[in-house]
């Protein structure tokens, strides 16, 4: 091909066109292209597996997949809201509704697949809808407020994920579904049963072995669905998801190749029978197979880019494996490979707990030495684990009943030595890591499971292979001979978590007795701030008693922050963001007297800068006296619960946000942490306190409150995960105190909520296990131990004015009344700040505190 | 060298350093394990007065005290920089008589 640029269009912006135009801009030669997109939705890319995650925020945005500026950076031209209505394949044109022609050399069909309707009379009556794009979802919310039931035709995977969200809705739901049993591709029978049981127990009602025949008018709801048996069903709307169709119009017409049920037929490279046009994604048939899930479109996108560029890897799609595990309303389910024994001779092994609702079944093939497919309900924990021994054919166990069934004696279950996998085994499919690769990153320096997932993008997505990689992880380490040296510093050879135990347990109560019993040395800048914290977080004593003083960081020895030329900042405590005309009005006099620089803090508070350090008693002095309390901006510790205002001024409130962040702020004030911690409070879904930013982030619901957390700003910005949904203001706390000495119990030091969750080997779902269903049988212990912090806050600056001999501490100098005269300001935009060097040299303007 | 007294050991709390100005010079005096030591105030990483308020600890065989800004170490017994030898602070002398805790500095001659 001469240099000229290849015009390339691409029709259908979804997830796997995305993953296309990355993998092409990831090539570094995106620019040899002259690229178009168009998409029928009225928005770019975005992540339509988690399409149900829409209703947390009912925004759009969360689920964007398009990193800003991605389009113009590239010089991709993208038309959303555009259909593509016709190839003509001899002009090597496209044109969309509107009667634009466009010409291409390259073509890509990423048109997806769309869902099956059946053609039951009554099926187009209004209030049916399906469930695929957010319009879809946006259309069933608003209906769903005009009705009380719901019904979801299609107990499949996607059907089950629809009723869910009815039953979020508030809908009384119930699944219909024609075959004998839900999730008919993915599981049999046994765990059909179990499966139904399961989600019974929430309240939904399934309905198996139904064919609808026609929907009419109800007579107490909307419609009324009439079944072949006879029976009835009357619901306000309902959604049909009982399976997808490729979406091949453009194929049809343009007379490319077709399989018999429909599909792009494809080849290895995703060419189809044009050799211009790829075809990738669900609307792709290779092989006679069509593949409704996104790791097997992500693959194609590669592959069909690979070969756009003149196949520099020789990439080929080769089928792939369609195994999956998900949690479908709170219960996991996971099928692997022939989950129904279909190969020739394969056997069965079959466990069943009906206590505990737990389903496990293995396939193997005739003489049971290799797994050929599993299905568990109820317990997905082992899915890593035999999805490795299915994909690479590895030698099974000489028992392997072994591997599903309970260990009783605590031994640990027959699992797989990671080291048995080969270089190429895929750990993470939604990503296509492979073993090889997470290798690679021990060796180039991955030392954490957080690291691991950062560079190498492994457990990510869907989180199933965690734990694999957490295997791989520790089994590279030790081969490398690298010991990872987790000792706090040279003086205490144990971690964080360690010490707090020791402190802890041990019921030690001074850095000397630590020091004495399990260090060595002086300790350092490192273990003594480091141990302050402990002692505060397990026995909150005055943190500048005399044993105490020594150990804390300069900002927390002074109780205040210290800036850049040696004086201090005060921030005052104003939970919630709310305060008094008077109470400002003290800040500002304050602030006038003592010359201090004042500015809003991004925590809705006031921070005055400048203060010296012997002016801090007097300041405080003041502030006490006005009512006013440490806001411990200095600490490693509660910082700040922002609020929006709420259901009491905001049209749009549904709860009272600023009363809830007061209580949680005086609550937890004082708390010391590993690091810091951010909390806030939305009064309803649009979110304006920017909850989901924070360690712990709450915002209202119609019913309650939902709770996120270990999100954060600053360097690394991360967005808080929805830990539980609608819970009242009672379990909201009761949540927050564990979760919160949990972190203050096992987290390093200096680790932020978000990068201690990461590295927690099961990350989120260990965490709420822990929390709310007290796995470790911890949760009353912590909220003993909460209530011990709770119980022994004092306000820190109060005790420190109150007491002479403290207040002697913040002398400039021992021997002398004079404060520093190297501390010099200018003004600027009517207020002081720092002198520059130039600008003491040249001495002019200065303003001197001493 | 001449002595002068600066204050009484129970004003720098254990562990932990207090600032004394002398003849306008700023310096920084530590009590750690029931000894004592001086150094310069000034941190020349941040050009603040403010090494009195650092934490003090040791490296290996050195007790040492950490700027509370940018957390470079400095060897309480010479003054030496532990991460960048070339800007290291001068060390004083210190005793004590009884209480009372007593700086030398070079006589005015030999300064
Ligand atoms: C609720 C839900 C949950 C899911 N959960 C999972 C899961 O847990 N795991 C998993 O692996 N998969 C899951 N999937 C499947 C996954 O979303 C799909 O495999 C994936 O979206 C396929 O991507 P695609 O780009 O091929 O097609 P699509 O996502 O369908 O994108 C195709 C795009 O092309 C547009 N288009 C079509 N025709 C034209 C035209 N003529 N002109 C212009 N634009 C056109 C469409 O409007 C659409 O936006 C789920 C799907 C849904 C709906
Ligand atoms: S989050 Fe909701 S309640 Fe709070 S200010 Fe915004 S719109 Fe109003
Ligand atoms: S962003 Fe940087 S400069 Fe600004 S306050 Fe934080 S640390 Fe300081």
């Given at each position: 091909m001469t240099s000229a640029t290849t015009r390339l269009v691409l029709v259908g912006n979804g997830p796997v066109g995305h993953q296309f135009l990355e993998t092409l801009v990831a090539s570094g030669r995106a620019d040899q292209f002259d690229i178009t997109v168009f998409g029928e939705e009225p928005r770019a890319a975005y992540d339509r597996v988690h399409l149900t995650a829409w209703f947390e925020t009912r925004s759009a945005e969360p689920l964007n997949m398009v990193a800003e500026g991605f389009y113009d950076h590239n010089q991709i031209s993208v038309y959303s809201g555009r259909k593509i209505t016709a190839v003509n394949r001899d002009k090597k044109t496209v044109s969309t509704d509107c009667g634009i022609e466009v010409a291409y050399d390259v073509l890509v069909l990423g048109t997806g697949s769309f869902p099956f309707v059946p053609p039951v009379p009554g099926h187009d009556r209004s209030n049916t809808f399906v469930y695929r794009t957010i319009e879809d979802l946006e259309a069933i919310t608003t209906a769903s407020l005009g009705g009380s039931v719901g019904t979801v035709v299609g107990g499949g995977l996607l059907g089950l994920e629809a009723a869910k969200a009815l039953h979020d809705l508030g809908l009384k739901t119930h699944v219909v579904e024609f075959a004998p049993r839900l999730m008919a591709v993915q599981v049999d029978d046994g765990g059909g049963k179990l499966l139904r049981k399961k989600i019974e127990d929430l309240g939904v009602s399934v309905h198996t072995g139904k064919n609808t025949q026609q929907i009419i008018d109800g007579s107490e709801h909307t419609h009324k669905m009439c079944f072949a048996d006879g029976e009835e069903l009357e619901t306000d709307l309902i959604v049909f998801s009982a399976g997808i169709r490729p979406q091949d119009e453009l194929a049809r017409q343009s007379g490319l190749d077709i399989g018999e049920r429909g599909g792009i037929s494809v080849n290895n490279y995703c060419?189809?029978?044009?050799?211009a046009i790829y075809a990738i994604g669900e609307c792709a048939l290779w092989g006679g197979r069509i593949f409704g899930l996104i790791a097997p479109g992500n693959e194609m996108a590669r592959v069909a880019a690979d070969h756009v560029l003149g196949g520099v890897e020789d990439k080929q799609f080769l089928g792939a494996d369609m195994s999956t595990k998900l949690k479908l309303m709170g219960v996991d389910v996971a099928s692997i490979g022939d989950a129904h024994a279909n190969t020739p001779g394969a056997k069965c092994y079959t466990f069943i707990d009906e206590q505990t609702e737990v389903y496990k079944k293995l396939v193997v093939n005739e003489d049971a030495s290799k797994l050929l497919g599993a299905v568990l309900i109820g317990d997905a924990d082992d899915y890593g684990n035999l999805l490795q021994f299915a994909l690479n054919g590895i030698e099974l166990p000489e028992h392997p009943e072994a591997m599903i069934l309970p260990s009783l004696d605590g031994s640990a279950s027959v699992g797989l030595g990671v080291d048995a996998l080969p270089e190429s085994a895929q750990i993470c499919s939604c990503n296509n890591v492979s073993k090889g690769d997470l290798c690679n990153a021990v060796a180039g320096g991955a030392l954490t499971v957080g690291d691991l997932k950062s560079c190498t993008k492994a457990a990510t997505t869907c989180g199933g292979c965690t734990a694999l990689v957490g295997q791989v992880l520790n089994a590279e380490l030790a081969k490398l001979g690298m010991e990872v040296n987790t000792d706090l510093c040279e003086h205490f050879p144990y971690t964080r978590q360690e010490i707090y135990h020791l402190v802890r347990v041990g019921g030690i109560k001074s850095f000397d007795e630590l020091l004495a019993k399990h260090g060595k040395g002086h300790g350092c800048d490192i273990c003594k701030p480091t141990a302050a914290s402990i002692l505060a977080s397990c026995w909150n004593d005055y943190i500048l008693q005399p044993e105490h003083a020594g150990l804390q960081d300069t900002n927390d020895r002074m109780l205040a922050n210290m800036q850049k030329n040696g004086t201090y900042s005060i921030v005052p405590r104003v939970a919630g963001g709310e305060i008094t005309p008077d109470k400002l009005i003290v800040l500002g006099e304050v602030g006038k007297k003592y010359k201090l620089y004042t500015k809003i803090t991004g925590g809705q508070r006031i921070d005055l800068f400048g203060a010296t350090v012997d002016q801090l008693p007097l300041i405080w002095k003041e502030l006490v006296d006005a009512g006013f309390e440490s806001g411990h901006a200095y600490g490693k510790s509660l910082r700040t619960v922002k609020s929006c205002v709420g259901s009491t001024w905001c049209r749009y409130g549904v709860q009272d946000s600023v009363g809830a962040a007061i209580d949680i702020e005086n609550r937890y004030k004082g708390l010391r942490s590993p690091h810091k911690l951010k909390m806030a409070v939305s009064g309803c879904t649009r979110e304006c306190a920017e909850a989901q930013s924070k360690d712990v982030g709450i915002i209202a619901t119609e019913k309650g409150w939902n709770l996120y957390v270990c999100g954060n700003g600053g360097m690394k910005p991360r967005h808080a995960d929805l830990f539980a949904s609608d819970i009242d203001t009672e379990t909201l706390i009761k949540y927050i105190d564990r979760f919160l000495m949990f972190y203050v119990r096992t987290?390093?030091?200096?680790?932020r909520t978000s990068v201690w969750m990461d590295n927690l080997e099961g990350g989120l779902e260990y965490l709420q296990n822990v929390i709310i269903n007290d796995s470790l049988g911890i949760a009353a212990e912590l909220e003993a131990e909460m209530t011990h912090v709770i119980g022994t806050y004092q306000c820190e600056w109060k005790t420190t004015i109150e007491n002479e001999d403290k207040v002697k501490m913040f002398r400039s100098f021992v021997n002398s009344n004079?404060?520093?005269?190297?501390v010099v300001f200018v003004q600027e935009r009517g207020q002081i700040r720092p002198a520059t060097d130039a600008e003491r040299e040249l001495g002019e303007d200065l303003i001197a505190v001493a | 060298m001449s002595w002068t007294a600066v204050c009484s050991l129970a004003d720098i709390p254990p562990n932990a350093g207090v600032a004394a100005l002398l003849n306008g010079k700023q310096v920084a005096i530590f009590n750690v394990a029931g000894e004592v030591f001086a150094v310069d105030n000034h941190d020349p990483f941040s050009g603040a007065n403010v090494l009195s308020r650092g934490i003090v600890g040791s490296i290996d065989n050195d007790l040492v005290v950490a700027s509370p800004i940018y957390k470079q170490h400095f060897a309480l017994a010479t003054g030496r920089c532990i991460e960048d030898e070339s800007q290291s602070i001068n060390a004083y002398s210190v005793r004590l008589e009884g209480d009372t805790v007593m700086l030398g500095l070079a006589d005015q001659a030999a300064a």
């Open positions: 060419q189809t029978s044009d050799p987290a390093d030091r200096l680790q004079k404060g520093d005269d190297n | -």
